[in-house]
């Protein structure tokens, strides 16, 4: 039976120009549009609240505390990569901190998204590099276990592949497969425009919701001919 290595080196990335769009966008309007999936658990979230990422999902599994594979992802990682980490959302002990994640910064990746602790939150702040975690914990974790690269991982609940887009900012992570891409950011054009129409309705004085009298019926919480 074929099985395939444990370390994938060469993997299909999403565009740089489709990368470069969708950093203009929120997670939230990118969730949105992609029918509200691919968003991982609250838990992992931004070091500081103005960090931004975007770029292509460079995938690493990993036992609970035992950062082995990651020093072998930060060595294979191209400029412009997320490294996306499936730490099990462990924080009993911290798979990075300052010294691995300068070197993640020294060779171009656009940022680190991790489902575990990491530490040295305020060296982290001061180098200015996007880092997501699911909390922080100064225990240093063990260099032993095997693990994957490049293969499709869980990451705070959501599936990603090696390749995906990742787009990350101060609501969290938001995840969409590669191939669906492209498709999204048309949608995302769109949900940009509706949104900033409904902004400067409301600011005329226009509150109301158009929509709700219909779904509060739907619901059975307003009988027909009955409204607010």
């Known amino acids: 039976m074929n099985q395939l290595p444990e370390i994938i080196r060469t993997i ?62 930060i060595a294979l990682a191209q400029p412009g990569d997320v490294l996306v980490i499936d730490g099990k959302g462990d924080q009993t ?28 939150k305020l060296e982290i702040l001061e180098l200015d590099f996007p880092v997501f975690s699911a909390g922080f914990n100064p225990a240093g974790p063990t260099k032993y276990v095997p693990g994957r690269i490049n293969h499709p991982i869980s990451a705070g609940g959501a599936s990603v592949h090696p390749g995906d887009l990742v787009v990350g900012d101060a609501d969290g992570v938001v995840v969409i497969e590669r191939e669906k891409a492209p498709a999204m950011l048309a949608l995302a054009d769109k949900k940009v ?7 400067e309705a409301i600011a005329r004085g226009d509150t109301a919701s158009k929509w709700l009298p219909a779904a509060l019926r739907a619901a059975g919480v307003l009988q027909e001919g009955e409204s607010l």
């Open 93 to 120: 002990a911290a798979l990075m901190g300052t010294l691995m994640l300068s070197a993640c910064k020294k060779r171009g990746l656009a940022g680190v998204v991790v489902d575990a602790a990491i530490r040295d």
């Open 12 to 73: 299909e990335r999403v565009s740089a120009d489709v990368v470069s769009k969708a950093a203009t966008y929120q997670a939230a309007i990118l969730a949105d549009v992609a029918g509200r999936r691919g968003t991982l658990h609250g838990r992992v979230a931004p070091v500081h609240q103005n960090m931004k990422v975007a770029g292509p999902a460079f995938t690493v599994e990993v036992r609970p505390g035992d950062n082995l594979m990651i020093h072998a992802a």
């Open 193 to 199: 425009a509706d949104e900033a129409a409904r902004i």
